[in-house]
């Protein structure tokens, strides 16, 4: 009986502590002064292959917030199978008619060009717009989208060609540490990438090499940089092990 109990007390913290954390997500609230009176859910890190969100919990969190633009930054998928539960997350997010605007992240370059394609072909079908080192005129404001750095997929300085530096320029880069290398001022700039994270233990990316931001303890929320200011979401899913330690999964609203 002892063992039994031992046993399921074990179970339990498990699920406490590593499993909960990827179910019960967060929305988290910034604020940036971009003077454009918009509201913008941006969703970070979908990582189909492990989210434990359903896609009616997120269809119920746009249809409550009602914001103008969701932003998507990037790791759909790695794996050409899960194209098919990708599309399931896409007809729920676009569902309301909200304009939506992605960029691509590292996992999903590991589709290999012709995947690349493949995943370009559904997000378009169910109107999201992928941005590829390139800006896009808002009206009231720029929207740049940054291929991956890791990938070394990353053209800032193409992506930055078209921009009217008049308007308010907002960005859109899956790696964070874009941001060392964008030679342009911006107002905002939003990433993902690091899942705030994801086993939060102190120094862990000094460690794991997630390059300078993260080594430098800059892997969660909003910061300063040289050309704009720029946020780090923590994302809605997990890469393996499909677990999170200490820090919640999140969507993010932006006021800018």
Same mark, same amino acid.
């Given at each position: 009986?002892?063992?039994?109990?031992?046993?399921?007390?074990?179970?339990? /913290?498990?699920?406490?502590? /590593?499993? !909960?954390?990827?179910?019960?997500? +967060?929305?988290?609230?910034? &604020?940036?002064? $971009?003077? !454009?009176?918009?509201?913008?859910? #941006?969703?970070?890190?979908?990582?189909?292959? %492990?989210?434990?969100?359903?896609?009616?919990?997120?269809?119920?969190?746009? $249809?409550? @917030?009602?914001?103008?633009?969701?932003?998507?930054?990037?790791?759909?998928? #790695? #794996?050409?199978?899960?194209?098919?539960?990708?599309?399931?997350?896409?007809?729920?997010?676009?569902?309301?008619?909200?304009?939506?605007?992605?960029?691509?992240? =590292?996992?999903?370059?590991?589709?290999?060009?012709?995947?690349?394609?493949?995943?370009?072909?559904?997000? %378009?079908?169910?109107?999201?717009?992928? /941005?590829?080192? @390139?800006?896009?005129? !808002?009206? $009231?404001? #720029?929207?740049?989208?940054?291929?991956?750095?890791?990938? +070394?997929? *990353?053209?800032?300085?193409?992506?930055?060609?078209?921009?009217?530096?008049? +308007?308010?320029?907002?960005?859109?880069?899956?790696?964070? =540490?874009?941001?060392? &290398?964008?030679? &342009? *001022?911006?107002?905002?700039?939003?990433?993902?990438?690091?899942?705030?994270?994801?086993? %939060?233990?102190?120094? /862990?990316?000094?460690?794991?090499?997630?390059?300078?931001?993260? $080594?430098?303890?800059?892997?969660?929320?909003?910061?300063?940089?040289? %050309?704009?200011?720029?946020?780090?979401?923590?994302?809605?899913?997990?890469?393996?092990? =499909?677990?999170?330690?200490?820090?919640?999964?999140?969507?993010?609203? &932006?006021?800018?």
């Amino acid at each position: 009986m002892i063992v039994v109990i031992m046993v399921a007390a074990l179970a339990l /913290l498990f699920y406490l502590f /590593l499993i !909960l954390p990827t179910q019960w997500f +967060k929305v988290e609230r910034y &604020h940036y002064s $971009a003077g !454009l009176g918009l509201k913008v859910l #941006q969703i970070s890190d979908l990582h189909v292959e %492990n989210i434990r969100i359903s896609p009616q919990r997120i269809q119920k969190l746009i $249809a409550r @917030e009602q914001p103008a633009y969701i932003f998507l930054t990037g790791d759909f998928t #790695q #794996q050409l199978r899960y194209l098919p539960k990708v599309q399931q997350y896409m007809k729920a997010i676009c569902a309301a008619g909200i304009p939506i605007y992605a960029v691509y992240g =590292n996992h999903d370059h590991r589709l290999m060009a012709s995947g690349v394609r493949e995943l370009t072909k559904l997000l %378009n079908r169910e109107g999201v717009i992928v /941005l590829t080192n @390139e800006s896009i005129d !808002l009206g $009231a404001f #720029q929207l740049v989208g940054i291929d991956d750095w890791g990938s +070394k997929k *990353s053209k800032p300085g193409q992506a930055f060609l078209h921009v009217d530096p008049s +308007k308010p320029i907002i960005v859109l880069a899956h790696d964070p =540490n874009t941001v060392l &290398h964008i030679k &342009h *001022s911006y107002d905002y700039l939003m990433s993902g990438h690091f899942h705030g994270m994801q086993f %939060n233990v102190p120094f /862990l990316f000094r460690f794991i090499n997630k390059g300078k931001l993260a $080594a430098s303890g800059i892997y969660k929320g909003q910061h300063k940089w040289s %050309n704009g200011t720029f946020y780090i979401s923590k994302g809605i899913s997990q890469t393996e092990p =499909n677990a999170r330690f200490l820090i919640r999964s999140e969507v993010t609203v &932006h006021q800018l």
